[in-house]
């Protein structure tokens, strides 16, 4: 069902991005011609309702569910596609775009969190990277329809391909109805014996196995370690006993990380860079920007290997410092002009694609869930989820304005905002990788000075002391465990059993 999401959510990103310039599209739309205020207008608006399906699910998801969010945010995204697909005017067109965004955002901030729920600590990241291939595996496709759909004469060269997001929601819509509820949900609600059947079935064992119970316990101790059993939205905004407003702060700053680093200017634009400012014919553009996603689909399979092994902190800092030198290697490229120069800015965006899904976009969309604590999950990664659609409504709106008038400068910019984000992931961004969802609490816990600097400072360090004491792939090594006295936390028996992953517990 995860993947199922993230490929609809892959398709409809990349799909405009070859439509939006198309002489077909132009013949139904003559105002988009030559407007690239108006071009990035209609593009971009499917962030705005993305945002406003974020905070459908901050209002609601908690109370609903997660599948029950999947399945109507399925439904709504196939009612703006209809829209879509059917659309003779700009007005309509961006209509569709809005409510088709709405659904979208129902989807992306309930997908992650469902799948960070029913994974098991080692394995997670790979979970959430695999879904991630499938996202840039929705992007390719809907590149290639759009290329091969372009030598069409007619309307029927775009309204196939927007119109083809329907295989992909039905798809979608009848996984939802068959896949159980994650089972932390189950639990929250006090559906305790529902809570233990689903976690024995995601583990394989029996509903009275040793695991399952302890599993099960767990969960239900996180959720009375949290203060109070308060589940509204004012709970997001206190600086409480695990921290919940610092971590929502980190969550939201991962997001709008993840959208000022400059991707979305390749996703939604790659053909209009290529073509406007690297200089290649408009089918060469077109071919290159398959390409590209060809490419970044197989750059994506690394992050299955990388994301649990190497850590969340560690990707963060690579990844940007990586982009930001492509970013720069663009800028000075598409400044210098010609041949030689434009071959090097291609070969940028290539190498820029790689780092971003090696550590950008992959940790993205594990982070925040794992960051926050269950109370607050559901709205902290739907309210994550907002500020990240807000940022890329920016981000899709100012690039084709940008890359018109400042050029080579649009991407310097972004150079250096990456260089930042790898500086500030360093120092401030603790490590979430093999702690138990429920654990992450510990590294926020029992703190006397609880400004925002020390308290991340004093979780960084924690977070590496603990992952110390893990060997590769969550294994312990258990003559270590003494040295658990060396954190500054009052909570060692829970972090040794808890935070780090058991070779008992992973068997």
């Known amino acids: 069902m995860c993947s199922a999401s993230f490929l609809l959510f892959g398709y409809d990103n990349g799909v405009m991005s070859g439509l939006i310039t198309s002489e077909q599209f132009f013949?139904?739309?003559?105002?988009?011609?030559?407007?690239s205020k108006l071009q990035g207008t209609v593009t971009s608006l499917l962030a705005i309702g993305c945002c406003f399906g974020a905070i459908f699910t901050f209002l609601v998801g908690?109370?609903?569910?997660?599948?029950?969010?999947?399945?109507?945010?399925?439904?709504?995204?196939?009612?703006?596609?209809?829209?879509?697909?059917?659309?003779f005017s700009v007005a309509q067109m961006i209509v569709g775009r809005i409510v088709t965004g709405f659904g979208i955002g129902i989807l992306t901030s309930t997908t992650p969190v469902y799948q960070s729920e029913?994974?098991?600590?080692?394995?997670?990241?790979?979970?959430?990277?695999?879904?991630?291939?499938?996202?840039?595996?929705?992007?390719?496709?809907?590149?290639?329809?759009?290329?091969?759909?372009?030598y069409l004469s007619g309307s029927i060269a775009w309204r196939f391909p927007l119109g083809?997001?329907?295989?992909f929601i039905i798809i979608l819509l009848l996984l939802s109805i068959y896949l159980p509820e994650s089972p932390r949900w189950l639990l929250q609600h006090d559906l305790i014996e529902e809570g233990g059947e689903i976690i024995a079935v995601l583990r394989g064992l029996d509903i009275d196995d040793e695991l399952v119970i302890t599993e099960r316990n767990e969960i239900l101790t996180a959720i009375q370690m949290e203060v109070s059993n308060q589940r509204n939205w004012r709970r997001l905004f206190m600086n409480d006993e695990v921290q919940s407003r610092t971590r929502l702060i980190v969550s939201s700053l991962a997001s709008i990380f993840q959208q000022i680093c400059g991707t979305n200017a390749l996703t939604y634009y790659s053909t209009v860079i290529y073509e406007q400012n690297v200089g290649l014919s408009r089918n060469m553009s077109l071919l290159m920007g398959g390409f590209l996603?060809?490419?970044?689909?197989?750059?994506?399979?690394?992050?299955?290997?990388?994301?649990?092994?190497?850590?969340?902190?560690?990707?963060?800092?690579?990844?940007?410092?990586?982009e930001a030198v492509c970013m720069a290697v663009l800028g000075a490229m598409v400044h210098v002009g010609g041949r030689t120069a434009g071959i090097i800015a291609?070969?940028?965006?290539?190498?820029?694609?790689?780092?971003?899904?090696?550590?950008?976009?992959?940790?993205?969309?594990?982070?925040?869930?794992?960051?926050?604590?269950?109370?607050?999950?559901?709205?902290?990664?739907?309210?994550?989820?907002?500020?990240?659609?807000?940022?890329a409504f920016l981000v899709v709106q100012i690039t084709p304005i940008g890359a018109a008038s400042i050029g080579y400068k649009l991407y310097v910019m972004f150079a250096v905002i990456c260089a930042f984000i790898a500086v500030f992931s360093y120092i401030f961004f603790p490590e979430t990788a093999n702690f138990?969802?429920?654990?992450?609490?510990?590294?926020?816990?029992?703190?006397?000075?609880?400004?925002?600097?020390?308290?991340?400072?004093?979780?960084?360090?924690?977070?590496?002391?603990?992952?110390k004491l893990v060997k590769g792939h969550g294994e312990v090594d258990l003559q270590k465990k003494r040295q658990m006295e060396k954190l500054d936390v009052e909570h060692e028996e829970f972090i040794v059993e808890n935070v780090i992953v058991s070779d008992e517990k992973t068997a």
């Open 118 to 150: 029913c994974s098991k600590a080692i394995h997670r990241g790979h979970d959430v990277a695999v879904e991630l291939s499938t996202l840039i595996l929705g992007i390719a496709i809907a590149y290639w329809i759009d290329y091969g759909f372009a």
């Open 436 to 467: 138990s969802l429920e654990s992450v609490d510990v590294l926020f816990a029992d703190l006397e000075d609880k400004n925002i600097v020390s308290t991340l400072l004093v979780a960084v360090q924690r977070s590496k002391e603990a992952r």
């Open 164 to 167: 083809f997001q329907l295989v």
């Open 27 to 35: 013949q139904v739309f003559p105002a988009l011609e030559g407007n």
């Open 62 to 87: 908690d109370n609903i569910g997660r599948r029950k969010c999947v399945m109507i945010g399925s439904v709504i995204v196939g009612i703006g596609v209809v829209i879509q697909t059917s659309s």
């Open 346 to 391: 291609a070969t940028a965006t290539f190498v820029f694609q790689a780092f971003y899904t090696w550590g950008s976009m992959a940790n993205y969309w594990v982070y925040p869930a794992e960051l926050l604590s269950l109370q607050t999950r559901t709205k902290g990664a739907a309210f994550a989820t907002a500020t990240n659609w807000i940022f």
């Open 293 to 322: 996603q060809i490419w970044f689909l197989i750059a994506s399979i690394f992050t299955w290997y990388l994301i649990d092994r190497v850590g969340r902190r560690k990707l963060f800092v690579t990844a940007y410092l990586g």
